[in-house]
């Protein structure tokens, strides 16, 4: 009977140590399995972050902010209050440039602005999208003007302290409008 309580005993404790090491590979196999995720999605995020690109097919977005290395904007895709696309480019004090938009026609535009947000120089399509040029100085007053008339010819337009100069190439014309005085033509050299 000895011995067989000895088998027993043998077979129990054998038993338990069986348990016990079957739960600790549970526990290692688990550890094992976290350890290796952890590591994939490690090395995809790293790869991902090291190379700075995000590659996509479509991006949507309502507004695309390029940022310099400090954090400060220097381009802008967006739209208008009339829902008009816009791109502006900033400079250095974060004060926009350069402005690039359709207006609510579809007819395109191109701003230049002075540091102070006024615009010094446009260049667009009118209505009947025709072009046009036009250069204002620092108080927002227009000082040339160069466009295409009704006519579908050349004309321009010249703005001064003493007055404006006036050149349409439809009919030659040319005509001097001072602040003070009566508008002069300029009769035809020919």
Do not use: C, Y
């Not at 209505?127 to 321009?156: C, E, F, I, W, Y």
């Amino acid at each position: 009977m000895l011995k067989t309580e000895l088998t027993l005993e043998n077979l129990a404790s054998h038993i338990q140590r069986q348990d016990r090491l079957l739960k600790a590979l549970k526990w290692s196999v688990l550890g094992a399995t976290i350890m290796a995720a952890a590591t994939i999605v490690s090395s995809q995020l790293q790869s991902t972050v090291s190379a700075n690109t995000v590659k996509v097919k479509t991006l949507s977005a309502e507004t695309i902010a390029l940022r310099n290395d400090t954090g400060k904007i220097v381009a802008l895709i967006s739209s208008a209050s009339d829902g008009t696309p816009q791109i502006s480019l900033f400079d250095g004090r974060e004060k926009v440039r350069l402005s690039i938009g359709l207006r609510p026609n579809g007819a395109p535009s191109v701003a230049l602005l002075d540091a102070e947000q006024g615009s010094r120089a446009m260049l667009s399509l009118n209505d009947q999208q025709d072009p046009s040029l036009t250069m204002s100085n620092a108080a927002k007053l227009p000082r040339a003007v160069l466009g295409v008339d009704v006519a579908n010819s050349g004309h321009m337009v010249l703005f001064g302290t003493g007055g404006g100069l006036n050149l349409s190439a439809s009919d030659g014309r040319v005509q001097w409008n001072p602040v003070n005085g009566a508008i002069q033509n300029i009769p035809n050299q020919k």
